[in-house]
C-alpha cells in the first residue's frame, strides 16, 4: 500500500498546477503548492524542536491551514491525536492521560473560553478543560487572546519558509492517528492507526466514489477530503462560524455551485431538503455523487433526496473508529433491499 502522503507527492508530479486544496471561495493550492507547504510546516515543525514520534494533541476545526498542520505532523514522524473536549474536564484528561502528547494544537478561544472566560463558557453551556493548562508545547490557531500560554507558536509560523532538512522516511506501522472510540464511561480505549492503515483506509473510501482529477469536493470531513486529493480531485472547505462548530447545510448547499461531490449527514441533508422543496433554495446543478455517513440513512430521506436531486447518485457509508471504512451501499441498492442493507465491503475488509 502506497503511503497517502506519497501519492500527494505522485500526483504533485503528474499533475502540479491542478488545484488541489482551498477554502470556499479562496484560490486553491495547486498539488505541488500543497506538497511544498507540506514540507515547510514538517520543516518548521523540526525546527521548534518536534521529534519523530511525538504526539500532537489536536483541537482546531478543519481549515486549509489545520490540515497542513495535521499533513506535516505526519510527514515528520509524528501523530495526531483527536480527543474531543466536549467530553468533558475528567474524560478528557483521562484519555489525555493515555496518550501522554507532548504537543498541542488548539484554537484561541478555547483558550479563552477555558480559562479567563470560564464562567461565560460555563453559562453557554460549555464545561471544557483547562488546555492553557496542559504540560505541553502550544500552537494556537488565531490571533492571541487572553488564556493562551505565554510561549505558544502562532500556526502561521510553521508555513512560512524552512531552513531544508531531512524529513525521516515513511515507516508504514508508524502511529499516524489516535482517535477514541465514541461512547467510552470507564477506561478510555484509543485506537491507533498507522501510516499503512490510515492510507489503505483512505484508499478503500476513494475506490467506492468516482472521485478523480475534475472532481470537485466540498466538505470539511478529512475522511472524504483526503482520499479526494489522493485521487487527484480538487477539495473545497466550507468556513466555519467565528463561534461555531456546525456549518449550516442551507449556506453549505447554496455553495455547491460548481461541486461534483460533497458529504452530508444524514440530519443535515434533511434540513437541505427542506429548502430545496420549499422553493427557498436551488439545488445544486452539477452534484454528481453525494456521501452520506455519521447516522443511518432511512430509505425515507433517499426517496426525498432522489425527488430533489434526481441526477445525483447517493452513497451510505458504514464506518468504524478502528477501521475507518467498512462497507458502502449505493441509494438505489438501499432503497431495493428489504431491511437496512449497509452495502459491499470496502477493498480490504472481510
Known amino acids: ?9 505522485a500526483q504533485a508530479e503528474r499533475i502540479p498546477d491542478a488545484s488541489a486544496l482551498g477554502a470556499v471561495g479562496k484560490r486553491a ?3 505541488r503548492e500543497l506538497v511544498d507547504t507540506v514540507g515547510r510546516v514538517a520543516n518548521n515543525l523540526g525546527e521548534a524542536g ?13 481549515s486549509v491551514s489545520s490540515v497542513m498542520l495535521i499533513f506535516g505532523v505526519i510527514a515528520a514522524g509524528g501523530t495526531i491525536v483527536f480527543v474531543d473536549p466536549g467530553v468533558g474536564p475528567e474524560l478528557f484528561a483521562k484519555r489525555v492521560g493515555v496518550v501522554e502528547p507532548t504537543w498541542a494544537a488548539t484554537e484561541s478561544l478555547l483558550y479563552a473560553v477555558s480559562g479567563p472566560l470560564a464562567g461565560f463558557g460555563r453559562k453557554k453551556g460549555l464545561e471544557l478543560p483547562r488546555f492553557g493548562a496542559l504540560d505541553v508545547r502550544h500552537i494556537h490557531s488565531g490571533v492571541w487572546v487572553p ?9 502561521r509560523r510553521f ?3 524552512a531552513r531544508q532538512t531531512v524529513l525521516p522516511a515513511p515507516k508504514p506501522d508508524a502511529a499516524a492517528l489516535i482517535v477514541f472510540t465514541s461512547g467510552t464511561t470507564d477506561e478510555p480505549k484509543a485506537v491507533v492507526h498507522t501510516r499503512a492503515s490510515l492510507s489503505a483506509g483512505l484508499a478503500a473510501m476513494g475506490g467506492k466514489t468516482d472521485l478523480a482529477p475534475g472532481a470537485f469536493l466540498h466538505t470539511e470531513q478529512l475522511m472524504m477530503g ?8 480538487r477539495w473545497a472547505m466550507p468556513r466555519y462560524p467565528r463561534f461555531g462548530t456546525h456549518i449550516d447545510p442551507v449556506r453549505f448547499t447554496q455553495n455547491l455551485r460548481s461541486a461534483t461531490h460533497a458529504f452530508y449527514t444524514p440530519a443535515d441533508l434533511a434540513v437541505a431538503l427542506d429548502a430545496i422543496e420549499a422553493g427557498d433554495l436551488t439545488a445544486p446543478p452539477n452534484l454528481r455523487q453525494v456521501a452520506l455517513g455519521g447516522a443511518p440513512v432511512t430509505s425515507t430521506l433517499l426517496r426525498r ?6 441526477d445525483t447518485e447517493f452513497l451510505a457509508i458504514y464506518g468504524m473508529t478502528e477501521i475507518l471504512p467498512v462497507a458502502v451501499a449505493t441509494g438505489a441498492a438501499k432503497l431495493a433491499h428489504d431491511g437496512d442493507l449497509l452495502g459491499s465491503p470496502v477493498r480490504g475488509v472481510q
Open 147 to 155: 488564556g493562551t500560554p505565554f510561549g505558544s507558536i502562532p500556526l
Open 226 to 233: 483526503l482520499p479526494a486529493l489522493m485521487a487527484g480531485a
Open 1 to 9: 500500500m502506497t503511503d497517502f502522503l506519497e501519492r500527494l507527492g
Open 159 to 161: 508555513t512560512g519558509d
Open 305 to 310: 433526496a432522489r425527488k430533489s436531486l434526481p
Open 50 to 62: 518536534f521529534s519523530a514520534g511525538d504526539r500532537m494533541l489536536f483541537s482546531i476545526r478543519p
Open 29 to 31: 493550492l495547486t498539488y
